[in-house]
């Protein structure tokens, strides 16, 4: 039918047409062709419309219209669901804070916030290497076993392959699992799984399957070769119909929890590894909050240029925007909050409306997900349009983190680095005013 439609639309623009020879013999070949795909009749519709183009036919209409709307039709026949989108409509509910509002590490907030959930939801189960009797290596689960028994809060054997497998089975039978990937740097052992199984689910049956697994993991900097990685842009890549999120802190990671346990589709979580032993102060609705999935927060505003970043570098670049201040430079931060959906409202770039330049900075290797950030913003936002600087990346170098402090100062970005990335720009604008300093 589809075919028979192009034809009758090639005859009758050839009629009316100079190139009607041409037209024609696309009609002819679309034809007689052997066996057919829609892929020989958009092709063909395609070089008709290639023939047409510096040709004022009216009819030819006919055709651009038939091709955009079988576009769009084709897009969602071969090309939609996945993701569900239920994660999107999941109403924010901010922090709540009040003078009795403790503070304290890390560790013992997000330990607050999967006690609220498993209290809450009878369908949650957490396991993973050390999750169980252990309460994990950081002991955001500690004494969740003896409360909640071992069925729902246990150990596995090392295999990452095997945990998130059990995972992608559980959630497919109507639990809610949480399953432990130690570090992110384990990652990689279960990314085929994550790839190739569960990614793609939603996508490959049309929303007919659904496999809400959350899996939890930490990483970034902690100064130790396999444990100090931050290979986001591998993820990133491979696990399209995942989400990604990277919050810079416990009460963060803690609210995208309560927010994907009233969704349906599977997310990554990377925790900061470093800041378990960060102190902050508990919510009074730590198992009520939720963060939103694609939007990203300004954590110090400014008007001189636009820092961008996630995760455990949000303290570093913090920690840089106070030096530049002294220097005379305000420097906006962003954190990102969601690699996957990426700031879905356009914040970053309202943020270059008002300052011009941006530096994406990441623990990522050189092209790896500042990179992607770039691209987000630069070309699908079209931020290039309120540049005076060209944009500019800072990211981790391309081997992995070396050992200890020094590995880790000379490995990934710090604040003299980026000082000195953003300094660098703003002397390029007004050297009389930025002296150069070495």
């Known amino acids: 039918e589809e075919r028979n439609q192009v034809m009758d639309m090639l005859d009758e623009i050839a009629s009316g047409s100079n190139h009607a020879s041409e037209l024609r013999d696309v009609r002819e070949r679309l034809a007689n062709l052997p066996s057919l795909t829609r892929r020989e009749i958009h092709t063909a519709a395609h070089e008709a419309l290639r023939i047409l183009r510096n040709e004022a036919n009216p009819t030819k209409q006919i055709l651009i219209q038939w091709k955009q709307e079988q576009d769009a039709l084709n897009l969602e026949r071969y090309g939609s669901h996945l993701y569900s989108g239920t994660a999107l409509k999941v109403e924010e509910i901010k922090p709540v804070y ?12 997000i330990n607050s916030a999967f006690d609220a959930a498993l209290r809450r939801e009878p369908r949650l189960v957490a396991f993973g290497e050390d999750v169980g009797r252990l309460g994990d290596v950081n002991q955001g689960f500690k004494g969740m076993q003896e409360k909640y028994g071992e069925l729902r809060v246990s150990d596995t054997g090392i295999r990452e392959s095997t945990i998130l497998g059990q995972a992608i089975g559980l959630a497919m039978r109507g639990l809610r699992p949480i399953a432990e990937i130690q570090y992110l740097d384990y990652v990689l052992y279960c990314l085929q799984t994550m790839s190739d199984d569960l990614a793609t689910l939603h996508w490959r049956t049309a929303g007919g399957q659904k496999a809400p697994v959350i899996i939890r993991t930490r990483g970034h900097r902690l100064e130790v070769v396999w444990h100090a990685g931050s290979p986001m842009a591998g993820i990133l890549n491979l696990v399209r119909g995942i989400h990604v999120l990277v919050p810079r802190d416990m009460t963060r990671a803690a609210g995208f929890y309560n927010t994907l346990l009233k969704s349906d589709e599977p997310a990554i979580v990377v925790e900061v590894l470093n800041g378990y032993r960060v102190k ?5 609705n730590i198992g009520e909050m939720t963060v939103p999935l694609g939007v990203p927060e300004i954590i110090r505003a400014g008007k001189d240029i636009t820092v961008v970043t996630y ?13 530049l201040s002294k220097a005379g430079i305000e420097a906006e931060v962003i954190d990102v909050q969601s690699l996957l959906p990426f700031d879905i409202h356009g914040r970053i770039v309202e943020s270059l409306k008002k300052t011009s330049r941006v530096l994406f900075v990441d623990e990522d290797v050189p092209g790896g997900t500042t990179a992607y950030m770039l691209q987000e913003v ?3 936002q079209g931020g290039y349009f309120h540049l005076d600087s060209p944009a500019r990346t800072l990211s981790g170098k391309a081997h992995r983190p070396a050992y200890g ?5 000379w490995s990934k970005p710090n604040a003299e680095t980026v000082f000195d990335s953003v300094y660098e720009m703003m002397r390029e604008v007004n050297p009389a005013l930025y002296p150069e300093i070495y």
């Open 311 to 323: 995760g455990a570098c949000c303290r570093v670049v913090l920690d840089a925007a106070e030096k």
């Open 378 to 380: 630069i070309e699908k």
């Open 405 to 409: 402090s020094d590995g880790d100062y």
């Open 98 to 109: 009040s003078e009795s509002s403790p503070t304290m590490f890390g560790f013992e907030v």
């Open 280 to 284: 902050e102060k508990l919510p009074d």
